[in-house]
C-alpha cells in the first residue's frame, strides 16, 4: 500500500541498545508536585500523555527501524490517516511476530499510533493537540512540557526523543504552511492544519533547546451568550456588545497575552451583517467569520534571500482598494495603526481590532506611539484627534488568577478635551476584596448608568432603546 517497498535490512537477533538516558540537568528537571499523578521512575522517552502502554526505548527503536526499512515515507506521507493506521498496525504486527517481542495488540495499535503521529503529525505533541481541554500547549526544550487548562498551567508527561526530534518537529511545522525555521531564521509564526496558532523559537535563540508555542483553534464556537453563562461578563454588557457591532461601532480590544481577546474579537464578529464584505487581516489566521462574504489575507514573511516580505501595513493598505465594508486587524502592533485609525475616519465604520495593553488608557497610549513611530513628525495633538475620532469602544480583557478570562471594563472615547482624550466607563467588574479565595475571584459586574455617545449612532439601526435600556 506504500508503493515500492526497500529491501528489508538484516533483522538483528536481539534489540538494539536504545538511546541513552540523559543525565538529570537544567534540560530535564526533578519532578516537582506540578507534574501530573505518574510513577516516579524515568518514564519512557517514547511515552505520550495517551493511554499508550510504557515501551522500553530499545523496543520502540528496533520496531521504528524494521518498519521504515519496509514502507516508502514518500507515499505513507500522502496516504489517507485511517489506511495509514491500518497498514501501519499490521506492520507492527509482522515485525511483533517475527522479532518474538511481548506486546499485545492494544500495545501495537498505540505503537502505530504514535509512529503515524511521528510521520505525519506533531508526534508527541498529537495527544495535547486533540485533548479539547488543553487550550495552550508550551514546549520548553524536549523534556519539559507544559499545558494550560482552565487557566491555569500543569506539567506533562510528554516528551520528545531528543533535541533533534523537536527541532524536526518545529520545522515540518513551518514547511507545512510555507515558512522557514532554523539557525540562520531562528523565530517563526505559523499555524497548523486545524488552525492552531504556533510559535517557534530555535537555538541558537533558545537556550535549552528548540521552543515551541501553541495556541489551539477553539473547535466549537463560542458566542456573547456563551460568555455570559461562563461568567466572562453580564447579560447588560453583551447586549451593548451585541449592539455595538450590529451598529458598525469601531471596537479596540485589549488586553494581554492568552486573555481571550481573539476569542471576543470572533463572538463580536457573529453580530456583523450577512450582506456586508469584511477584510480580515492576520499574521496567523485565527478569526473564524461566519458571513459569506469574508474575504481573509494573511502576512508573509521574508525568503531565504531577505526579500518577499508581506506586512500587515501592506495588507491594510491594499485592503483600502478592495471595497470593504469593515476591515478586522487580527492585532495592532506596529506602523499598520495608522492605516487601521485611517480606514476607521474614511467610511469603514464597525472596523475591529485587537491591542496588547493593561488598560483602556494603556491601549490609547500604546496607539500614539504606534502613530508617532510611523510618522514621527505628526503633532500629537493631530494624533490624538485621529485616535478620539476613530476608535470609539474600547473592551479590556484580562484572564485572572483563577483562571477565568473576563471583560475588565467596556470603555467609551468620548473625544478630545484639550489635548486630552475623553473616555467614560460604561461597566466595570469590581472584584469583592472581602471575599478573598485563593482559586476564585469574587466580584460583580457594575453599569455606571450612562448614557452612550454612540446611542445616536445606534438610532440609525433602530437598537437605541435597547441600548440603553441595557446601560440602566
Do not use: W
Not at 61 to 80: K, Y
Not at 327 to 342: K, M, N, P, W, Y
Not at 355 to 377: C, F, Q, T, V
Not at 385 to 399: E, F, N, Y
Amino acid at each position: 500500500m506504500f508503493g515500492q517497498r526497500a529491501l528489508d535490512p538484516p533483522r538483528p537477533t536481539s534489540p538494539k541498545p536504545g538511546p541513552a538516558a540523559p543525565a538529570q540537568s537544567h534540560a530535564e528537571p526533578a519532578r516537582s508536585e506540578l507534574a501530573v499523578s505518574r510513577p516516579m521512575s524515568r518514564l519512557s522517552a517514547f511515552e505520550t500523555a495517551s493511554n499508550r502502554p510504557a515501551i522500553s526505548d530499545a523496543t520502540m527503536t528496533l520496531i521504528r527501524d524494521h518498519l521504515f526499512g519496509r514502507i516508502n515515507i514518500s507515499a505513507a506521507v500522502v496516504t489517507p490517516h485511517d489506511k495509514l493506521m491500518e497498514d501501519v498496525t499490521r506492520i507492527v504486527g509482522e515485525i511483533a511476530t517475527s522479532e518474538v517481542l511481548a506486546i499485545n495488540g492494544v500495545e501495537q495499535r498505540a505503537i502505530a499510533r504514535y509512529i503515524v503521529d511521528d510521520m505525519i503529525g506533531i508526534g508527541p505533541l498529537e495527544p495535547l493537540l486533540a485533548d479539547e481541554t488543553i487550550a495552550d500547549i508550551m514546549v520548553n526544550g524536549p523534556f519539559k512540557i507544559f499545558v494550560e487548562r482552565a487557566g491555569k498551567l500543569e506539567l506533562t508527561d510528554v516528551r520528545f526523543r531528543d533535541a533533534q526530534h523537536l527541532t524536526s518537529v518545529a520545522q515540518r511545522i513551518a514547511s507545512s504552511v510555507g515558512r522557514r525555521v532554523d539557525e540562520t531564521s531562528p523565530t517563526c509564526d505559523a499555524r497548523l492544519l486545524d488552525g492552531s496558532r504556533v510559535n517557534i523559537v530555535l537555538p541558537p535563540v533558545a537556550l535549552d533547546g528548540a521552543l515551541i508555542s501553541i495556541r489551539k483553534f477553539m473547535k466549537r464556537d463560542i458566542d456573547l451568550a456563551a460568555m455570559v453563562r461562563n461568567g466572562s461578563m453580564s447579560a447588560p454588557m453583551a447586549k451593548v456588545l451585541e449592539i455595538a457591532a450590529a451598529s458598525r461601532i469601531n471596537v479596540l480590544i485589549s488586553g494581554g497575552t492568552g486573555s481571550g481577546k481573539t476569542t471576543l474579537l470572533n463572538a463580536l464578529s457573529r453580530m456583523i451583517d450577512a450582506g456586508e464584505r469584511v477584510v480580515t487581516i492576520e499574521d496567523a489566521a485565527e478569526l473564524q467569520l461566519q458571513q459569506p462574504h469574508v474575504v481573509r489575507m494573511e502576512t508573509r514573511p521574508q525568503n531565504t534571500e531577505g526579500i518577499g516580505e508581506i506586512t500587515q501595513r501592506d495588507l491594510v493598505r491594499n485592503a483600502l482598494r478592495m471595497r470593504p465594508d469593515r476591515i478586522i486587524l487580527g492585532e495592532t502592533r506596529g506602523s499598520e495603526a495608522f492605516d487601521v485609525l485611517q480606514a476607521m475616519n474614511t467610511g469603514h465604520d464597525g472596523s475591529m481590532t485587537t491591542i496588547h495593553a493593561n488598560s483602556p488608557r494603556d491601549a490609547l497610549g500604546r496607539l500614539e506611539n504606534m502613530l508617532l513611530l510611523a510618522n514621527p513628525n505628526m503633532p500629537l495633538r493631530a494624533i490624538r484627534s485621529q485616535i478620539a475620532g476613530a476608535v470609539q469602544l474600547v473592551v479590556q480583557v484580562a484572564r485572572m488568577r483563577d483562571g477565568v478570562r473576563r471583560v475588565l471594563t467596556i470603555s467609551e472615547v468620548v473625544g478630545l478635551e484639550g489635548d486630552a482624550i475623553l473616555i467614560q466607563d460604561l461597566f466595570a467588574f469590581e472584584v469583592d476584596t472581602r471575599d478573598f479565595e485563593e482559586k476564585l475571584v469574587s466580584g460583580a459586574f457594575k453599569s455606571y448608568g450612562l448614557r452612550p455617545h454612540f446611542a445616536v449612532q445606534a438610532a440609525h439601526f433602530g437598537l437605541e432603546e435597547t441600548l440603553l435600556g441595557a446601560t440602566r
